[in-house]
């Protein structure tokens, strides 16, 4: 991967270097990384309920989708503006960051003034103009895998943001599409570990995107945390039969307390047998 000048965990003179990102009271890279929340903003009652919830329970950044790229043009697009000021202000009642999905390069500096992180969603992986005008700001941003991406497009698609002048990039993996159809994608965790060897950015794991499965969040969490990831982002609903999105893969605050109290054990384990990386 010769073209990888800037994500290149080897720098120019042989050393290994590792990014760590400062995002409100936590390092992303140093500290481990639990972003939670519901796939869609629905409502100002719903956004403060459930970020008050994921809290409680430990995670350290709050998710939610105002502007969401749906497969179906019928399908609930987000409440836009009104979306990003509902999770604005349940990340400052609660003090947690938050991020948001950016699909369109005309709202990159609109959502910017509302949110913590930006998220590049796997269908804009490669969408290099984006890549490019979310490089401009100095918000961090978190790039998923897109769906049928290379490890090599992946880092690229990395690379063009750092390239743009942005160097606060959050990789994250959450599942490509083969021919298995029990779960909505396949989980790689044989990228974590690639990723964290060749590049030195932070990588964090998707489960809920990369298995759609409740049932599966759930050990495909641990395993994310024992391939050696920086962090989780775990979709979490109040009433997930009610959700109007992705209703499938979003755990309830109090499954979501449950797994938070694995995830401490796990990565107890794993710094204590394994060891992390510094």
């Known amino acids: 991967m010769k073209n990888l000048k800037l994500v290149n965990r080897i720098d120019d003179n042989g050393a290994k270097r590792k990014t760590e990102i400062k995002i409100g009271n936590i390092t992303v890279g140093k500290d481990f990384l639990v972003i939670a929340g519901p796939c869609s903003v629905e409502s100002e009652e719903q956004i403060m309920t459930i970020a008050k919830a994921v809290k409680s329970s430990g995670a350290n950044m709050l998710r939610g989708g105002a502007y969401k790229p749906r497969t179906s043009p019928y399908s609930f697009q987000g409440l836009g503006r009104v979306g990003l ?3 604005s202000k349940a990340g400052l009642e609660t003090g947690l960051p938050i991020i948001t999905e950016v699909v369109d390069t005309r709202d ?11 998220q590049i969603g796997a269908r804009n992986m490669q969408n290099f103009s984006l890549l490019v005008e979310v490089g401009k700001v100095r918000k961090p941003v978190l790039l998923k895998r897109g769906m049928n991406a290379t490890i090599e497009e992946w880092l690229n698609c990395a690379e063009y943001i750092l390239n743009a002048g942005n160097p606060n990039v959050i990789l994250c993996e959450r599942g490509i599409r083969t021919h298995e159809t029990y779960t909505r994608n396949t989980l790689d965790l044989s990228a974590v570990a690639a990723a964290k060897g060749l590049t030195h950015l932070p990588v964090v794991v998707d489960p809920s995107h990369a298995t759609g499965r409740i049932d599966l969040i759930h050990p495909m969490t641990l395993s994310s945390i024992m391939a050696g ?3 989780l982002e775990i979709e979490v609903h109040s009433s997930p039969n009610d959700a109007l999105s992705d209703n499938d893969q979003q755990l309830t605050p109090s499954q979501f ?3 938070m109290k694995d995830i401490k054990e796990t990565l107890a384990f794993r710094e ?3 060891g992390i990386d510094k």
């Open 85 to 87: 000021q509902y999770l």
């Open 229 to 231: 990831c920086d962090g």
């Open 272 to 274: 204590n047998i394994i």
């Open 257 to 259: 307390n449950s797994l």
């Open 108 to 118: 990159v500096y609109l959502i910017s003034e509302y949110t913590d992180v930006l």
